[in-house]
């Protein structure tokens, strides 16, 4: 099965929480994260930038300690279904303050069927239809926070996978919270100087590639290293990674997982010499950016990137980064590259958005104002908190809305249901990352491993007919799959 399918993000939080109290408390310093065991080290980790989940850990939004009983007693419980993420530093209950009033975040499963509790929240990663908390109680609603690509979960990239749920947080913009720049912690994050690009040419010279790839998380939904060995046919890539590895990194530390983890500052430094990185994402999905794409603008280097479709909405201007979707092929992609690697005048026009006023995308600094989370920030909440209080938030709201309508029947009408969406997790199925899926070996491992793993529940052959014909008979057997799953329980249970 899938290699790699692991909680790395809950391994994260479990050891990365640091207490920032409401305002006067004290902040205490979590374990640092070279405690964590990152499984898929090149692909998590090394590009990794701190993320809101990271360093800064989680806002301790607590009310006062010395609150009584009855005066949580009533509050709406918001109940964690994953326990590893529940983002309060000790106990298994805790009530927290947000915008419209205050609730009950709580990890205790006892809770589950009381009539206060009225939302269960879940982590993508952890979701099993087979395992859901059934029967589905008509008061609550299910919450799901996933900010992850679908290489954990394909069945959240399937329309009635996603409609179990009732709110959402994830990568895409379309999300009730959304987190398409998780990744991005800010604009001076962008602006950060490039290395010149004459030290640049002199490592060049001395017989560096133009591209940098740096993978050890090899065969992922997106099939990238299809089209990176095709590239690499036409222009000389260094890759340091276990994916299509033709270079050792220069020093033992820098391969070591516990370096790459961090910002080290030496291994930045080496990563900067190559003017461009390829920046491939695990998935394709639309909004689903990470550190991947991030991280070599950071860098001053020129991704050459295949990720979200939808990345151009994001980029600092118009010309900052080349989509490998651009070109017809990777030989004329390779002509580019090369194109550009002899051009400094061409080049240096992908770095023009580190100029003073040189993000002239307004959309970019519009998101990036007005998200009330922060990445390695510790004065803004972190998103695991921020998503509970949208929660709470929508919950009391909810309360009050069946409130007015129990009230006068005649006059307000019952509250609509709020249904998550598919654009919500928006993740076609996996595609060869080059050439067609009729042509690669029904041996081939990506090809084993993703197409049943999108269609969860059909054999591999039943799973190859849904894909290359876009067959709607396996499609429907897919969801009378799951149907059967959750009706079935739903009732008996
Ligand atoms: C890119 O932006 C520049 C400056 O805002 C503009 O003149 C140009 O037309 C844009 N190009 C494209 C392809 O949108
Ligand atoms: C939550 O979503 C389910 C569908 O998955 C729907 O039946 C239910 O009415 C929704 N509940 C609320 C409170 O919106
Ligand atoms: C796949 O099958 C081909 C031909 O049937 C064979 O040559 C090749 O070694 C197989 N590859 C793997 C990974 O098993
Ligand atoms: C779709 O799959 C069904 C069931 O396996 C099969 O009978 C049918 O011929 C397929 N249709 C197409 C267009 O491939």
Redesign the pocket.
Known sequence: MAAGRTGVMLAALGVLIVCVANGSGPVAEGETSGEVEWVEPWDGAVFRPPSALGAVGVAHRTGSPHLGRQETADLPVLLWWSPGLFPHFSGDSERIECARGACVASRDRRKRGNTQTRALLFYGTDFRASDAPLPRLAHQSWALLHEESPLNNFLLSHGPGIRLFNLTATFSRHSDYPLPLQWLPGTSYLRRAALPLQERAEWRRRGYAPLLYLQSHCDVPADRDRYVRELMRYIPVDSYGKCLQNRELPTARFQDTATATTEDPELLAFLSRYKFHLALENAICNDYMTEKLWRPMHLGAVPVYRGSPSVRDWMPNNHSIILIDDFESPQKLAEFIDFLDKNDEEYMKYLAYKQPGGITNQFLLDSLKQREWGVNDPLLPNYLNGFECFVCDHELTRLDAGKAHADSPGDIPVPEPHIAQPAHMDCPMPKPGFGNLEEIPENDSWKEMWLQDYWQGLDQG?AL?AMI?N?E??KSKFWDYLHEIFMKRNQNL
Request: no cysteine; glycine share 0%; proline share 0%.
């Open positions: 039943e007919t014909h067959n008979t396996q």
